[in-house]
């Protein structure tokens, strides 16, 4: 296993980039400790399969390094970097058995027979292929065939790391859960490196102790799941992450003081100064709460999901989600929320504004 460095990493398919939007990867920094559970999330385009392909060197970078263990690997051929890819369609060669297939990896590299043996049964019993090893792989359902991929990818036990584009794509939503919950599982026994690529927010979050948040071409934040959630380093990510996202109101800051449609807002830890560029104010549904003496609102929607409400409510043009517990009264006169002090920042240009303490 390794540990993973990308140094001012850039990557551009035209040939002579200009302007910001010739660049797949805008410019990058990123260390990958030995051993973890990454999750590179981000939406369709932002740049995902192409950093996972100058990792594994099926992509030269136009500019920036690729290291592993703190040696350069940029100019290294893909099977000199013993990297495990397995790609969003399954690749399986069809005339062969589900066993062979499995092996394939390993007997392309001389590994003797028996070792071969006994690690393909072991990657099978945990994918749950053992019972379809002697089977010829053109028999299989999308869904299995994808598990022989899966497989592929985590036979080796001499890789520096294991990378899954979107691999869950083809599978059925019910064995996506059970096949998510196996890589989980799979890395604490092996504890190889594994960078799980999804534009799905759960995937990414139930699989990694780090998420990698990726948006045209850049990392906006790197995090774990708890980060992601309590402290969005930039609006995009209180978005996308949450169900639902953070409200983003606009807002102005004036004397120290942070007012949303000419109520005061109270904040832990107001700008210091007035930021510059376009500003909101964030704040997650979780920490919206209706309280008497805040700010007056009109509930438009009240959807009970069971565990909890997400309560829908507008202020003049400007509407707010709220998550109230479960049974919680909804108010029907005169409603008035309150945003957690703790929990609204101010977002400048979208970036989250470092507060000072103003107490
Ligand atoms: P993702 O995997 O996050 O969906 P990609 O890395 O595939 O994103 O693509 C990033 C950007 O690079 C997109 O704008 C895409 O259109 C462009 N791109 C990807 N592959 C190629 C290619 N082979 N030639 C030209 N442009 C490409
Ligand atoms: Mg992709």
């Known amino acids: 296993m390794a540990r993973i460095t990308l140094e001012t990493l850039r990557h551009s398919y035209v040939e002579k980039p200009g302007?910001?939007?010739?660049?797949?990867l805008a410019s990058l920094d990123l260390e990958w400790t030995d051993g973890g559970a990454y999750a590179l999330l981000g939406p369709s385009g932002c740049g995902k399969?192409?950093?996972?392909?100058i990792i594994s060197g099926l992509l030269r970078p136009t500019e920036?390094?690729?290291?592993f263990d703190g040696t350069d690997v940029t100019d290294k051929d893909p099977v000199d970097r013993h990297v495990a890819q397995v790609f969003q369609f399954p690749v399986v060669y069809d005339t062969m058995s589900v066993f062979d297939n499995l092996a394939f990896p390993l007997r392309n590299r001389g590994v003797a027979e028996p070792a071969v043996?006994?690690?393909?049964?072991?990657?099978?019993?945990?994918?749950?292929?053992?019972?379809?090893?002697?089977?010829?792989?053109?028999?299989?359902?999308?869904?299995?065939?994808?598990k022989i991929s899966l497989g592929r990818g985590l036979v080796r036990s001499d890789v520096n790391v294991v990378m899954?584009?979107?691999?869950l794509t083809v599978i059925d939503p019910h064995l996506k859960w059970v096949l998510r919950s196996k890589l989980k599982e799979v890395h604490q026994r092996f504890g190889n490196t594994m960078?799980?690529?999804?534009?799905?927010?759960?995937?990414?979050?139930?699989?990694?102790?780090?998420?990698?948040?990726?948006?045209?071409?850049r990392v906006v934040q790197i995090g774990t799941p708890v980060d992601l959630f309590e402290a969005p380093r930039h609006t995009f990510v209180g978005h996308f992450i949450g169900s639902p996202g953070m409200n983003i109101l606009p807002c102005a800051v004036d004397a120290g003081k942070v007012v949303f449609d000419g109520e005061t807002v109270a904040l832990d830890s107001p700008p210091r100064a007035v930021p510059a560029g376009t500003l909101e104010l964030g704040v997650r549904p979780e920490f919206v709460r209706f309280a008497?003496?805040?700010?007056?609102?009109?509930?438009v929607k009240v959807d009970d999901l069971g565990r909890h409400q997400v309560v829908e409510v507008r202020r003049g043009a400007h509407a707010i989600k709220l998550i109230a517990a479960e049974g919680?009264?909804?108010?029907?006169?005169?409603?008035?929320?309150?945003?957690?002090?703790?929990?609204?920042?101010?977002?400048?240009?979208?970036?989250?504004?470092?507060?000072?303490?103003s107490r």
Request: glycine share 10%; proline share 5%; hydrophobic share 45%.
């Open 19 to 24: 302007s910001d939007v010739d660049w797949a």
């Open 49 to 53: 399969t192409t950093l996972l392909n």
């Open 64 to 67: 920036g390094r690729v290291l």
């Open 117 to 146: 043996r006994e690690r393909v049964t072991e990657v099978a019993r945990m994918l749950e292929l053992d019972g379809l090893l002697a089977r010829r792989a053109s028999g299989l359902s999308a869904d299995g065939k994808q």
């Open 164 to 167: 899954f584009d979107e691999p």
């Open 195 to 217: 960078i799980y690529v999804t534009h799905d927010q759960t995937e990414a979050l139930t699989f990694a102790d780090q998420v990698v948040v990726m948006l045209g071409g």
């Open 292 to 299: 008497p003496d805040g700010i007056a609102v009109e509930v």
């Open 328 to 357: 919680e009264a909804i108010p029907s006169e005169r409603p008035r929320i309150a945003f957690d002090p703790r929990r609204a920042r101010v977002y400048a240009d979208g970036w989250m504004v470092e507060g000072g303490a």
